[in-house]
């Protein structure tokens, strides 16, 4: 009950025509980000993290509108997998699977419509599971002392490249590097310059948000003009809206399955939205077996990856509000949002900033419903933007990203750091580092530093104190078997993803 | 040879944990005496994964990826120079002239007419500029075009 008057406040917060205003702008610019292929939604939070910076939005409004800018990304994402076979995003991929045979079928109207409706159930499950959960989850991790949470950090770390991941070394040495960059500056604790070599700019740390704004965007143009996809694709009709009540009824236990599976999924560390779209379609298609015609543009082919990759995406919310551990790309940047605005965050952050918590809640409810206004009558002007080319659209977008980080602290030294941070970006890219776990390093540094010394100064500067307490140990059970796993079972995990693109008929 | 890029890499990451790792034996104790965690100690335990890292990098390298050569690379060197110069130029020639150009010159290379391309630089330019300058009373460079 006390959860429910929390929520009640939140909506107080959210629903004040300012911050609404800024969820339907979110909303509509997280679809039409998600929607671009090659934007995902990590990249497009990070462009938009100057942005909500120069206009000195307050806290919660800040918030608002990178949530939705999420919450509409993980939406977008499945127009163009829809309409072009090419997923917006990753967690798209399964809904390629049906939903171009639809379209091919001159269904794409009616797919469309479905998944956005199969989005918005997923999105809500998912966040009534935040609601019912991350309160609880918040009390029990006020019992955290120093030594859990950095153990916790190392689980984050470790889970990040999630069990598909390819190579877990990488992972940790993405990581290391990141943290590495995180140590420049003066040291908090004792006042040693470290890594300053003398250069005032460097003083105060390397600003994380230019860092990730050159990681993601900077390296995204690179890699397109690299692949020299510049031209797009052509145009596609979306056809009539031939869809059935008794259609849509038909699919509701789809969308529970679906939207309670991603949850799931998106809470526990290292699975994510793909894995949660993945299972919830190879689920549907064990529980309707033959009665589906799944890959020839089965309707619950759509509905249960669309309802999944949106419960997982609140999911992926659950830790990084709680534990100030996100368990992705971008939870990770919302994160960074977060504490460039001075909140710290983890279970504190329920009590002390109650407002920001909640009102971010009910604006992710607020936001799943404006999505489905947005999505369904003005389809044909995502597709139509789908359709302009690359080559005008990634400058802009990199324009803009100059723009953003320019008006932060209004000097050019910050630009000349963020393209070489871009031209990092790309080099690793190529390596096939990853760069989220550097962002995440980057970010979690300080504070593991920070937890690392206060757990010595308890213990007196025994080591042991790291894995003494049973949850320690567990949490650094379950980070070395996060490292080991990937080895054992991502091969199979991997083959079977890949099996079943391979199983549509329109594989091109 | 297969592997050569995660070889270098592994290579490269030594060298720089090496480096970040005796930097942090160099700092003089902090005042007030030392701690069992005092400034280096953290940096320490990084360059010693790093450095675990960048051998087995070497030792079990992943097959390499496809570089881009010739033309591809010459792209990317220009897309590069073009960044660079706008970041040079965006105070001295003002905001709009500068990304007319930026934008422009990068849609140009990625493949549009060029007539198009900076057309699309000049209005999205525009836009922006007077978006932020007076929508937002954010204030980006007016440079030449400022009115004295």
């Known amino acids: 009950m006390e959860t429910l008057g929390f929520l009640m406040d939140g909506f107080a917060v959210a629903l004040t025509p300012y911050n609404l205003m800024f969820a339907l702008f979110g909303a509509f610019a997280g679809t039409l980000i998600g929607c671009m292929p090659g934007l995902g939604p990590a990249n497009g939070v990070a462009i938009l993290i100057p942005l909500a910076f120069t206009l000195g939005l307050p806290p919660e409004t800040a918030m608002i509108l990178l949530t939705s800018v999420y919450a509409g990304a993980m939406y977008g994402g499945r127009i163009s997998s829809i309409l072009l076979n090419i997923p917006g995003d990753e967690p798209a991929m399964m809904t390629c699977l049906d939903g171009y045979p639809m379209a091919r079928k001159g269904r794409a109207a009616d797919a469309l419509a479905i998944s956005a409706i199969a989005s918005f159930s997923g999105g809500l499950i998912g966040t009534v599971g935040l609601i019912m959960l991350a309160p609880v989850l918040a009390k029990f991790a006020l019992s955290f002392g120093p030594a859990e949470y950095f153990a916790l950090f190392l689980l984050a770390f470790a889970t990040l490249g999630g069990i598909t991941g390819k190579n877990p070394m990488k992972t940790v040495i993405a990581a290391t590097l990141g943290i590495m960059i995180s140590t420049v500056g003066i040291d908090i604790s004792t006042g040693t310059q470290r890594y300053t070599f003398g250069v005032l700019e460097l003083y105060e740390g390397i600003d994380f948000i230019l860092a990730i704004v050159g990681l993601f965007a900077i390296s995204e143009l690179l890699f397109f003009v690299e692949s020299r996809m510049g031209h797009g694709r052509e145009k596609v009709s979306v056809g009539k809206l031939t869809l059935s009540f008794r259609e849509l009824v038909s699919t509701i236990p789809t969308q529970l399955r679906g939207g309670v599976l991603g949850f799931i999924s998106g809470v526990l560390p290292g699975a994510g939205a793909s894995l949660g779209s993945f299972i919830s379609y190879t689920l549907e298609k064990q529980v309707l077996g033959r009665k589906g015609r799944f890959g020839e543009g089965d309707i619950r ?32 940047v919302l994160l960074a949002m977060l504490i460039s605005l001075n909140i710290t965050p983890g279970p504190l952050m329920f009590t002390q900033n109650a407002d920001i918590v909640w009102g971010v809640i009910a604006a992710l409810l607020i936001g799943n419903v404006l999505l489905l206004l947005l999505n369904i009558p003005l389809v044909g002007v995502f597709v139509r933007l789908l359709s302009v080319p690359p080559m005008y659209l990634l400058p802009i977008v990199t324009m803009v990203a100059f723009v953003g980080i320019y008006s932060i602290s209004n000097s050019t030294f910050d630009l000349y750091f963020m393209v070489a941070f871009g031209i990092a970006g790309y080099f690793l890219r190529k390596l096939e580092i990853p760069v989220v776990p550097i962002i995440l390093g980057l970010l979690l540094g300080p504070e593991m530093e920070k937890n690392l010394g206060h757990a010595l100064v308890l213990s007196d500067g025994d080591w042991s104190i790291l894995w003494a307490s049973t949850l320690a140990k567990s949490f650094w059970l379950v980070a070395g078997l996060s490292l080991v796993l990937p080895y054992l079972v991502g091969p199979l995990l991997r083959r079977r993803m890949n099996a079943a693109m391979k199983e549509s008929p329109v594989s091109d | ?44 335990i990084l360059a010693v994964v790093l450095v675990a890292g960048g051998i087995y990098l070497m ?3 992943d097959p390499d990826a496809q570089w881009p050569l010739g033309k591809s690379a010459l792209e990317l060197v220009v897309s590069l120079l073009v960044l660079v110069v706008y970041a040079m130029l965006l105070e001295p020639l003002g905001f709009v002239i500068s990304t007319t150009l930026a934008v422009g010159a990068l849609s140009w290379r990625m493949g549009a007419n060029p007539r198009s391309a900076f057309v699309t630089g000049l209005i999205s330019a525009v836009v922006v500029f007077v978006l932020f300058n007076y929508g937002l009373s954010l204030n980006l460079p007016a440079g030449l075009m400022e009115v004295h």
Do not use: C, H
Not at chain 1, 309 to 322: C, E, K, Q, R, Y
Not at chain 2, 9 to 33: C, N, R
């Open chain 2, 1 to 44: 040879m297969t592997g050569f890029g995660d070889r270098i890499l592994g290579l490269g990451l030594m060298v720089l944990a090496v480096a970040y790792g005796w930097v942090a034996q160099q700092w003089p104790e902090p005042f007030g005496g030392a701690e069992t965690v005092g400034p280096e100690t953290f940096p320490t």
């Open chain 1, 301 to 332: 082919g759509v509905v249960a990856p669309e309802a999944g990759n949106n419960g997982a995406s609140s999911g992926a919310l659950v830790p990084m509000l709680t534990l100030g551990v996100p368990g992705s790309g971008t939870t990770a």
């Open chain 2, 59 to 61: 030792i079990k390298p």
